[in-house]
């Protein structure tokens, strides 16, 4: 595990996108396709701005990038809740040269179907880089601490009920995203400082706290959301 203190969120954002086109630019020399795994909030948007701008001077086919979502709100395709809204904003020119794998929205579906189908989409892939969130309780996706998504079984899942609005959502269970190479976890701000400290410990009381890249699992931190860390951390 490696734990990357910065002093902002947005050098937090800048340093992420440059060290996640790095990776991309690595794992294109050792296979033909690479598997994002994609994650929603306010420093993840402003990190794919930086990541988007970034792009044009980098070497990657994109065309070989295939992009999916760690979880999505089961809400209309256009609500701003949505995950996806946020990533193709800042994305720009590189949202229509990937390969989307984008969750289903709520257009009058059935919510376990709409799962379903992503499952069968996802099917046995494994993500070269899984890019996870961080919530104030600990939640990662859409696997919240002491409600019944995070001990459901499958690869994905319909969450319903959430603690944390939208009610109704989809997403990766923790066999998908422990299967990950890597996970590169992203924080910022005071509010995520004491859920940051225990999940790095890897308290299993946590979604957070048991989510670890088969290879190696990163953390990104502002100096507020790492305030709580152990010295030495």
Same mark, same amino acid.
């Given at each position: ?9 947005g050098?937090v !954002?800048? $340093?992420?996108?440059? /060290? &996640? ?12 396709? @690479? *598997? #994002? ?6 420093? !993840?948007? $402003?990190?794919?701005? /930086? &990541? ?12 070989? @990038? *295939? #992009? ?37 929205a ?26 996870l969130?961080?919530?104030?309780d ?46 590169w ?49």
């Amino acid at each position: 595990m490696t734990v990357e203190i910065l002093d902002s969120p947005g050098e937090v !954002a800048e $340093t992420l996108a440059v /060290r &996640l086109l790095d990776q991309l630019v690595a794992l294109q020399r050792t296979r033909a396709e @690479v *598997h #994002l795994g994609l994650t929603g909030g306010t420093i !993840a948007t $402003t990190m794919y701005q /930086r &990541l988007g701008a970034l792009a044009p001077v980098r070497d990657i086919d994109w065309s070989q @990038v *295939h #992009l999916w979502w760690g979880d999505e709100r089961w809400v209309s395709p256009d609500s701003p809740d949505r995950n996806d809204l946020g990533a193709r904003a800042g994305l720009g020119q590189i949202w229509d040269l990937v390969t989307l794998h984008q969750m289903p929205a709520d257009e009058g579906g059935d919510l376990d179907a709409a799962a379903s189908a992503y499952a069968a989409e996802l099917g046995d892939t494994v993500l070269d880089v899984c890019l996870l969130g961080l919530g104030p309780d600990g939640h990662v996706a859409s696997l919240f601490p002491g409600h019944r998504s995070e001990q459901q079984t499958g690869r994905v899942i319909a969450v319903r009920d959430s603690p944390k609005p939208p009610p109704e959502r989809i997403s990766l269970t923790l066999e998908v995203i422990n299967n990950a190479d890597e996970v590169w976890f992203v924080a910022t701000g005071s509010e995520k400082a004491e859920a940051a400290a225990r999940a790095v410990s890897g308290d299993d009381e946590l979604p957070s706290g048991r989510a670890r890249g088969r290879s190696r699992t990163c953390w990104w931190l502002d100096r507020d959301a790492a305030a709580q860390l152990p010295t030495g951390d």
